[in-house]
């Protein structure tokens, strides 16, 4: 991050450590922009199905939600059963 970057948001009063953070995160959120840049035409032909998905996202959430503590606490359990059949080849 150039100097003058890092002095126009210290005058907006971001603090030194938000900036020390960002120029950190930088190459990555770089990435991110790239991965979202090569992603936006297959997003915008994908736009009716997810329209499309919207009223039965709608109707999953609150079954989601009601079970989201079993999914976390679950979680770390699946990953180590997925790590023991893929070390079994």
């Not at 994908?46 to 979680?75: C, G, S």
Request: aromatic share 6%; proline share 9%.
């Amino acid at each position: 991050m150039n100097g003058f970057i890092k002095f126009a948001l210290s005058i907006a009063n971001m603090p030194q450590a938000t900036i020390a953070d960002l120029e950190v995160q930088l190459p990555g959120i770089s990435r991110v922009a790239d991965a979202v840049k090569q992603l936006e035409p297959l997003l915008t032909a994908a736009d009716p199905h997810i329209e499309a998905l919207v009223p039965l996202a709608l109707k999953a959430y609150p079954i989601v939600k009601a079970r989201w503590p079993d999914i976390v606490a679950a979680t770390p359990t699946v990953e180590k059963l997925i790590e023991f059949v893929n070390s079994r080849g």
